[in-house]
T-cell receptor, first 114, second 111 residues
Framework: NAGVMQNPRHLVRRRGQEARLRCSPMKGHSHVYWYRQLPEEGLKFMVYLQKENIIDESGMPKERFSAEFPKEGPSILRIQQVVRGDSAAYFC????????????FGNGTRLTVT | GEDVEQSLFLSVREGDSSVINCTYTDSSSTYLYWYKQEPGAGLQLLTYIFSNMDMKQDQRLTVLLNKKDKHLSLRIADTQTGDSAIYFCAFSRAAGNKLTFGGGTRVLVKP
């Protein structure tokens, strides 16, 4: 059973470009979470999605950031017009339906904005 | 708001026990986790405990929870060089729910 798959592992973008980060949850998992880790800091919650629904986006910046989890295919975190402050590691986690299942994390996408 | 604090750094000799501490403020935290992050890697779930438990042991790992003091600790017995990593405590109000993380404790194991 493959774990949470994220790609790309590393992404370099110039200021003003768009970044697209992809996450395929573990098989059987229908809940996806995105977290951001700034250098030398812990992870901060961004958004929680189920298939075709955003459940909680209280940690998402109001502008330039969006997330989706379509019926088919991976979850996508999209950052438009990137700025240097967006440079971070972005982690995806998934869990199955139900209350007693902890989150399983992917290896992250490290975004560098030049 | 939620606040989780960890010490930044811990140095330990190989074979000794390591104790990593974490304090939190949200008394409604129900699930308490320890994750390990090696350089350039994602987070590996080590263990977790429910708030109605005081202790959980899993091989070399022992988790202690003091709900009165809102203090969580992770003890690693017989620490090995492969245990060198950053350790994060994290909390949620429900399993599979969004987590609040501490800033991480960098553990360095010296031979």
């Amino acid at each position: 059973n493959a774990g949470v798959m994220q790609n790309p592992r590393h992404l370099v973008r110039r200021r003003g470009q768009e970044a697209r980060l992809r996450c395929s949850p573990m098989k059987g998992h229908s809940h996806v979470y995105w977290y951001r880790q700034l250098p030398e800091e812990g992870l901060k919650f961004m958004v929680y999605l189920q298939k075709e629904n955003i459940i909680d986006e209280s940690g998402m910046p109001k502008e330039r950031f969006s997330a989706e989890f379509p019926k088919e295919g991976p979850s996508i975190l999209r950052i438009q017009q990137v700025v240097r402050g967006d440079s971070a590691a972005y982690f995806c986690a998934s869990s199955p339906p139900g209350r007693d299942s902890p989150l399983h994390f992917g290896n992250g996408t490290r975004l560098t904005v030049t | 708001g939620e606040d989780v604090e960890q010490s930044l750094f811990l140095s330990v000799r190989e074979g000794d026990s390591s104790v990593i501490n974490c304090t939190y403020t949200d008394s409604s935290s129900t699930y308490l986790y320890w994750y390990k992050q090696e350089p350039g890697a994602g987070l590996q779930l080590l263990t977790y405990i429910f708030s109605n438990m005081d202790m959980k042991q899993d091989q070399r790992l022992t988790v202690l929870l003091n709900k009165k003091d809102k203090h969580l600790s992770l003890r690693i017995a017989d620490t090995q060089t492969g245990d060198s990593a950053i350790y994060f405590c994290a909390f949620s109000r429900a399993a599979g729910n969004k987590l609040t993380f501490g800033g991480g404790t960098r553990v360095l194991v010296k031979p």
